[in-house]
């Protein structure tokens, strides 16, 4: 198995690779400068290595999953670019940088999660057709979860923040996942609910953790050594979802642990 530092490392890699090749820049003209600001960014690439560790506790060669992996990082960069916007959470930082409207103004933003987004996509057509299919149903599904809630916290609909938590940051989990399984050939369905079930529990384990961390969300709907306790409660569920699954999860159990180290818990 490898390590979750080769699987970050094998996503960091292409990602290079795609924005360091000429075409990159013919592609996107004038964007193609504030795309690899958007991706440089730094962060841990949890998303993608979710992906490829699932491909591989699946039975899937990792470099096979490496397109998918970016492809989700690219749908998740293009959240960060959009909610960051003036219009929407109005942050002038992201990851202690100057956000990308800051750094280049609003419209190229805007431009710059459009071209992210479709590029996503681009990057899955690399597959066989069938396989193509079920992969942009889970990251098209993931996107229009975080966009809808995102308009639900915009206009004040949100009142249960966990369905909130689900649609904007727990789908993505999930999609990851799932774009790993069926590149292991794992049906849809009983074959996929144990690890499906495991990414949805580690994505609102994340969605805690960063809130204890910048000290937002749940923590203020139920103060620190509330928020802590149900860090504590969704590890828990992770684990025990993680031991419904027939397969080495030695690294899926490392990201777990890695947040958790991260919320002050062990």
Do not use: W
């Amino acid at each position: 198995m490898r390590s979750l530092d080769q699987h970050r490392a094998s996503i960091d890699g292409y990602l290079q690779q795609i924005t360091d090749f000429p075409g990159f820049d013919l592609a996107n003209g004038g964007l193609a400068e504030p795309i690899r600001y958007a991706l440089e960014g730094g962060g841990k690439r949890i998303r993608p290595v979710l992906c490829l560790a699932m491909a591989e506790a699946a039975g899937a060669p990792p470099p096979m999953a490496v397109p998918a992996a970016a492809a989700v990082e690219l749908v998740h960069t293009f959240s960060l670019v959009h909610d960051d916007l003036p219009a929407l959470d109005d942050d002038d930082l992201r990851r202690g940088r100057p956000s990308v409207h800051v750094q280049f103004g609003e419209a190229t933003a805007i431009l710059v999660g459009d071209a992210l987004l479709s590029q996503a996509f681009l990057l899955l057509t690399g597959y066989e057709p069938a396989l193509v299919k079920r992969l942009v149903h889970e990251l098209a599904n993931a996107a229009a979860n975080m966009i809808r809630g995102q308009h639900m916290e915009l206009t004040g609909e949100a009142r249960d923040i966990e369905a909130l938590h689900e649609l904007k940051t727990g789908g993505l989990f999930v999609s990851a996942a799932g774009c790993g399984l069926h590149l292991a050939g794992i049906e849809p369905g009983d074959a996929q609910r144990p690890y499906r079930a495991f990414a949805h529990e580690f994505g609102l384990l994340f969605q805690v953790v960063d809130d204890i961390l910048d000290a937002d969300g749940v923590v203020q709907i139920l103060g620190g050594e509330g928020a802590r306790a149900l860090a504590e409660e969704r590890e828990a569920r992770a684990r025990a979802a993680l031991d419904e699954i027939d397969a080495d999860t030695f690294v899926l159990a490392e990201l777990v642990s890695g947040l958790s180290a991260r919320a002050g818990g062990r």
